[in-house]
């Protein structure tokens, strides 16, 4: 990217990669699996999740100063999708990309 | 709507109402006059309150309980650009939409 | 809107209509519901008709010419949609919206 | 991601590459250069091309047979992005990336 600074890319690199694993997550393991998988209350956190790493993203390329409250909220939603995954026990590769994105947005809203 | 309580959706029409003012008022009337209009500052905050109410609405289709969250950010977003398009003095259409999707907003979020 | 062409705010309302209309059954409905409601084509159906919906008002919204293509693309998802959701059988509030978005699309894309 | 395609993701990643470079040469190095760079037509261009990129990588996430037709799109809209960015002449990043996701998207919608 052009002017854009490393700490900042590395961020939107992490929003990028949770957006696309949440969301394809959802639209194969989840939705194959069932059950548990398909409650509400997991699937709806799953597209929120993906949803904000996807808006946090667009913020910090709109060069926005508001992209630090965007982050904050991605932090927030990555990690508690983070653990209604974990709580699932066979998602790991979502557990893993929500972490990474909650830990970069945590040091973008500081 | 089908089971959406009645504040819910006329927030969500509220920011639907907003991100389509400020998403079309950028792209015509900012880019036709030029000047102060496309100053990045200013032209950046309207492409993120377009965004902004654009998340805010879908997070209340998604039935997330973080819709409290994006509604605050966006009403302190859609705060912010009503008086930058104030200062600018001929952009009422947007100042009206922008106070009208931040009062509703606040409402939502508390 | 601004300068927004009669027919084309017409269109940009039916289009932000069936994108509610869709993701919110989606949500709520069709996860309430499960069995054939969640169905990975059904749902997958349901998701991509609504983000078509909200591409096209966007590309509307942004005065591309592009608009007649993304509004042909609209219409054929939602003229889908629209049947999948009378196969289905209760779900006559997406299958007006969708057949609504449609028709306006088509309209558009000529 | 977990059982995508390698072609598949392949073009996501173009995809995302494409919206990202748009995106955020429009919000700097455009606004900032100002004449030409803020055309109408060329600006609404720019903008064009990043929401139909976001639009394709998320139809192909979402595992919807539809991403031939918004690859299709995607890739026209890329080819004349490239050809205006091209015209302009300081904007090689932003050629590059339209023409990879042109050609990526063309295979994509075969």
Redesign the interface.
């Known amino acids: ?4 600074p490393k700490e900042m890319q590395s961020c ?1 690199d992490a929003c ?1 990669r949770c957006y ?2 949440c ?3 959802a ?3 989840c ?2 699996k ?1 059950g548990k998988h ?1 409650a ?1 209350e997991h ?3 799953m ?2 999740c993906a ?2 790493c ?2 946090s ?3 910090m ?4 100063p ?1 992209h630090k ?2 982050c904050r ?1 991605c932090a ?2 990555c990690e508690e999708c983070a653990k209604d995954c974990e709580r699932l026990g066979d998602m790991d ?1 979502c557990v893993q990309a929500c972490r990474a994105c909650a830990e970069s947005c945590r040091m973008m809203s500081a």
Chains 1, 2, 3, 4 share one sequence.
């Open positions: 990217m052009h002017h854009m939107i990028l696309q694993t969301l394809e997550m639209m194969t393991h939705l194959h069932g398909i509400p699937f709806r956190l597209m929120a949803e904000m996807r808006t993203a667009h913020f390329l709109l060069q926005s508001h409250h965007t909220e927030e939603i590769e």
